[in-house]
């Protein structure tokens, strides 16, 4: 062999071994630029939001009374029922009969009058509100379980990660990151 071929082929198989220990270390030192996204689990809370709702209703009401002593009631009936007395009996039995006419008639008005009262009502419609209190589910964070080479580890994130997560320098690259082991890129699991 002549040395020009010697010199090739020394140099191609130093030219190999400095590309090979090159990509060797590059994997090594900086290892991959992304972990897999294996597994993605939203955390939610339940939200509570008091409101009032209010609503039209017709209530009766109680006239406001004029007369509480059913006076008026009264004296009709008794007009009514003297009256009524003094038609039967004749002498003594017909003032008698006027005197307890005029007293049931009287009692009698009165009643008439104090039954209609109770009846004398009108409508008006009120507004009556109420306290109801609506839930909802809000998101307030992720945990996700992710591969980075052989490893499997856990990290809680605050927003959904997508595919794959960026790693720099062997370390996942977590933008508000909440879990603890979001500093290393390490976590549970293996």
Do not use: W
């Not at 009631?73 to 007395?85: E, K």
């Not at 009996?89 to 007293?103: C, D, E, L, N, R």
Request: one cysteine or more; hydrophobic letters at 35%; a positive charge.
């Amino acid at each position: 062999m002549d040395k020009s071929m010697m010199l090739g082929i020394g140099l191609g198989a130093l030219g190999v071994t400095a590309g090979g220990a090159f990509a060797t270390y590059s994997l090594v030192e900086h290892g991959p630029k992304y972990a897999d996204v294996v597994a993605v689990q939203a955390l939610t809370e339940t939200v509570k939001t008091p409101r009032e709702e209010c609503r039209d209703v017709v209530v009766n009401r109680r006239a406001p009374v004029r007369d509480q002593h059913q006076v008026a009631g009264t004296v009709v009936g008794a007009l009514a029922g003297g009256l009524l007395g003094n038609q039967i009996g004749a002498g003594t039995g017909k003032k008698v009969a006027t005197i307890a006419g005029a007293a049931a008639g009287g009692y009698a008005g009165k009643k008439v009058q104090e039954n209609m009262q109770a009846n004398d009502t009108y409508s008006t419609t009120e507004t009556r509100c109420k306290t109801v209190t609506d839930t909802s589910q809000r998101v307030v964070g992720y945990d996700v379980e992710y591969r980075l080479g052989e490893h499997l580890g856990r990290v809680r994130m605050d927003h959904e990660p997508g595919p794959r997560i960026p790693v720099k320098d062997g370390q996942l690259v977590l933008t508000g990151a909440q879990g603890a082991d979001a500093r290393s890129g390490s976590g549970s699991g293996s």
